[in-house]
């Protein structure tokens, strides 16, 4: 099966049909093999460029699932990973320290020893950690690459939350910020050592054209400081990830080469040899690659809106839920049998299975009328809707399939991770523990 679309509908009904979806399990994710792999190929034929060494990342925190990050491995690439956590995922699906980047605001000591212990490149985010990696080299030597990343400060895109180079962002060295580009200098000009420059200039909402400007600033100065080095100190251009996902249709738009033409041509230098590069898209490399599938439980009216009340709400589709103008997601009406329905489009609300009014992945949407046993598909949610599980009311973490679908249209899924259970539940929740005790008891009259 050749195109996206046509796998998707094939791995819905079977997933129907197979049961993947039953009492007890209401609510799947599904992640197209294929289409992950062809993601991946085409990420690396878009930067593939004679002369330059590239690794290409992905960002963990898209989808924290050993077996995801075993088959991204298995096509060459890395993980970038911000906790102590998600280094242990990367570790777990085989990633090798050469080709994990550790980049986090809040490392701490021990996060910094483990990662230069085993040799992963950490990008420092400011001073005070560049501080605290000086006094880990001086008491064992590593072979981690070291960088240090930096804030060009050019502007946000449509999602404040998603915008990593304000004047304000959280993230890395503010370039612009009086004096900092003199210390950038300085830290590079004291620690020989320091080898890697890392940006991040943004995510969904951030467009293309700002996000190349992020990387030509990180790119002269990183210049600066080869040419203040009188050497190539600098030798790897970290240049992050973030390229936005059309969430409106199946196209993948823009692609990887789009972004990668674009470099060439606003940043050429980049190119031509004398730097390495590192990229950590997330996203892109898995969004349109995956789907939530879930049963509608019941139908109902109100204030004559239909609306059906499903099993995936905002302890799956979090950031939709919570921020519906940010993050619309598609919806496809399934029947019974995981077919897409047809029929006249009826406004309606489709809601979660969460106790609160705002529990809605669609509003208002106009879709063929669903009815109780139906199913409902939220379609682009391959990043970021299976590793940012919201615990609201003891919902457990859905079960993911990985499926391949066979040129005669034959869907075989591969379990990617189990739901979470009742006992895993309860353990999350301090079962097992002993009760509070009245505090008259604990501390006596
Ligand atoms: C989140 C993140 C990424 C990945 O961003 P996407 O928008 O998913 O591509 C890459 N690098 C860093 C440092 C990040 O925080």
Redesign the pocket.
Known sequence: MDDLGGRRARALRAAVEEGLVREGEEVVGLLDVVGIERSAAALQAAFAIPGVDVTHTF?V??ASLVPVLALLGECGLGA?V?SPGELAVARAAGIPAERTVL??PAKTVSELREALTLGVAV?ADNPQELERIDALRAAAPTSSPLGL?VNPQIGGGSIGA?S?ATATSK?GVALRDPGAEEWVLRAYAERPWLNRL?T?T???GVPLELMAAGVRAAYDIAERVNQAAGRPQITVLDI?????VNFRSDATAPSFADYADLLRAEVPGLFDGRYGLVT??????LAKNGAVLARVEYVKSAGGRPIAVTHAGAQVATRTVFAPEAWPIRVLALDGEGREKTGEPVDQDVAGPCCFAGDLVARGRALPLLAAGDHVALLDTG??YFSNHFAYNSLPRPAVHGFTVSAAGAVAFTPVRTAQTRAELLAESGGGLPPLRRASAVSGP
């Open positions: 960002a925190k898209a970038e911000a980049d986090s990008n990343r998603m990593t993230f890392h991040h943004g995510s969904q992050g990830g973030g390229l936005p950590e898209f997330g996203r892109s490399l990043a970021y």
